[in-house]
């Protein structure tokens, strides 16, 4: 093998290498989407104080912990795994966005 070929092979396979675990990571997204509402009478829902509409500046929607898309009425928050919150929804552990 030559030092161009090898240079070749070595930065197509670095550049492989480097797109296999991005779009791995990519398809292997859980979409919250789908995820049930959280039950606001579930014991985490409890103890987080979770309420299903939160007080003006306190929702979900302005809380750096949630990872809706704008525009949308539900997303993602870490601490409610497996479960959707609504985006006027809060609960005692929200911070505000910076
Ligand atoms: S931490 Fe609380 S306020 Fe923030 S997104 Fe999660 S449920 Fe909503």
């Known amino acids: 093998m030559t030092d161009i070929n090898r240079r070749k092979f070595v930065t197509m396979f670095s550049a492989g ?34 309420v299903d509409v ?4 306190k929702m979900c929607i302005s809380c750096a912990l949630y990872t809706g898309e704008a525009g ?7 601490l409610f795994p497996g479960s959707s919150v609504a ?11 910076s």
């Open 54 to 57: 939160g007080p003006e500046g």
């Open 17 to 50: 290498a480097a797109a296999i675990p991005l779009s791995a990571l990519i398809t292997s997204l859980p979409s919250h989407a789908a995820d049930p509402l959280v039950d606001a009478a579930s014991a985490q829902a409890v103890a987080l104080q979770y």
């Open 87 to 97: 985006a006027e929804a809060s609960c005692s552990a929200f911070v505000a966005k």
């Open 72 to 78: 949308t009425s539900v997303g993602a928050c870490p």
